[in-house]
């Protein structure tokens, strides 16, 4: 009888130090499982405060494809359309722009259309820090007026319309008419650098078919991406 207890003690006390064992390793296990997610914690938040600092370094630009859809805009000497130049040259720069690093967003993709409200709301919707906006002029009662133009609205977007209007001077053969101001609903409205180009008269024969080239397209999109990053580099 007495043996048989013992025995039983024994067992009691071996289960015991079984049970001890057990708890504190589970706890151990349990201390490393919680550190090791605390510590993956901290590392997406370190993550999370290097891209909101990327961010800030690299602003977001806006390109705005001019008219769209049922918006044609103007319709060139040899019916090449205006939305259909704009969304080309946009998509270009666009991709200048992303190889370099730059956060960039386009006010239309494809041919849409867009209502001016709707691209101004983008700069808010995007955080822009800038907007360009890409136009082809037209005078098709002189069918000889040609060159571009730089427009600005606000005094805070002359430096950028500054910029770019000196680059595109440097790389274009057409006439520079100059850096302008001009009352113009996509600029007049937004509160960050924005300008809008008039990047050479499609009613004129000759700056058609070349604006329509695709040398032009490549070199009017960097001679854009220059302004920008010389804009960018100055601030
Ligand atoms: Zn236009």
Redesign the pocket.
Known sequence: MELIKRKRQKLKLKFIILLIFVLLGGSIVFKDFVSSQSYTGSESETQERLKSDNQEASPTILIDP??GGEDP??IGFSEIL??DL?LETSKILFEKLKEAGVDVKLTREDDRYVSLDERVDLVETYNADALI??????FPDDRSVGGFTTFYQHKFQKGLGKSINNSLNQSLTLRDRGLKSGDLKVIREIDIPGV?L?LGYISNPQEESLIHSEEFKQDVSTAIFNGIMSYLNKR
């Open positions: 001019g008219h805009g103007s205006e939305k704009t906006s890409i136009h082809f002029d037209s809008l008039e």
